[in-house]
């Protein structure tokens, strides 16, 4: 996670007290989330080496639905072990750092997404 | 340009008292020994980096040439206490540490994940490594750059 998530992440906390915003930001989390994994799992299938990685990277919401944890799940799909070792790399291998990849490529989206909801609750509570 | 930062990094990580020739910049140096095999040093620090990724601040309204470079260092040790040594001593060095790239501003390096020492096996003998992972946001002084 890079330092601006755990910017936004720390601010989504404070925002997400008010229980109209944190339903719409929770559904920015959950559709990021989404989009991370497919994307970790697209970017594992590609690598010759993790082709039977099969679907081994899940998301779980965590808390209140304002943050998820995406990764390999022990037992989900044939090489779930080796996701690690591509992710950061080993002695004798370079990091690939595909779930790195895949969050920064959906960090702008993410951004949008929360700004969205911002707009969606701001209105629904008659601010806006 | 994201060259002069590795140096950068490389040259900190060269200051730990010990391990001055003992950094790499992704491929550790060996021995090679009569069987053709390569003896690598029984505890070193190898460095891997990406090239850097456009981030701008959306706290500083989008600064022109925000980069994000991240760097993996691989701790190893001949067992796991040399691992871990050798991995706080890199944590020491970098975390919050800024370096200084003429034309460019450098933040702190923030360190961002920590991956338990692990033994490697298929190595002979077998080793240990730690891997830290450290970002490092960095923006040219000149945005034409």
Redesign the interface.
Request: net charge negative; proline share 5%.
């Given at each position: 996670?890079?330092?601006?998530f755990h910017?936004?992440a720390h601010d989504l906390g404070s925002v997400a007290q008010l229980p109209v915003v944190g339903s719409y930001v929770a559904a920015a989390v959950e559709r990021t989330a989404l989009e991370v994994k497919d994307g970790w799992n697209g970017k594992l299938f590609a690598d010759g080496h993790a082709k039977l990685t099969g679907r081994a990277i899940t998301y779980d919401m965590v808390g209140a639905g304002l943050s998820a944890e995406v990764g390999a799940k022990r037992g989900s799909g044939k090489q779930a072990g080796v996701v690690?070792l591509l992710e950061?790399?080993?002695?004798?291998n370079?990091?690939h750092?595909y779930g790195?990849a895949a969050l920064?490529e959906r960090?702008a989206n993410f951004?949008s997404r929360v700004e969205s909801a911002a707009v969606l609750a701001l209105r629904r509570a008659g601010l806006l | 340009m994201t060259r002069a930062h590795d140096a950068a990094v490389l040259s900190r990580l060269r200051e730990i008292r010990g391990l001055s020739e003992l950094v790499f910049d992704g491929e550790p140096k060996g021995t090679k020994q009569p069987d053709g095999t390569v003896l690598r040093p029984s505890r070193y620090v190898n460095v891997h980096s990406n090239r850097g990724i456009g981030r701008p601040d959306r706290l500083a309204q989008a600064t022109g040439g925000r980069k994000r470079k991240t760097y993996w260092i691989h701790s190893v040790g001949a067992s796991k206490q040399h691992a871990d040594a050798v991995a706080e001593a890199v944590i020491a060095a970098l975390e919050g540490w800024s370096p200084a790239v003429d034309g460019f501003s450098c933040e702190r390096l923030s360190h961002e994940t920590s991956q338990p020492t692990q033994k490697e096996e298929t190595s002979k003998p077998a080793i240990f490594f730690a891997v830290d992972v450290f970002d490092l946001y960095t923006t040219p002084l000149d945005p034409t750059l």
């Open positions: 996670m890079s330092d601006d910017r936004l690690r950061n790399g080993s002695v004798q370079a990091p750092g790195a920064a960090e951004e | -």
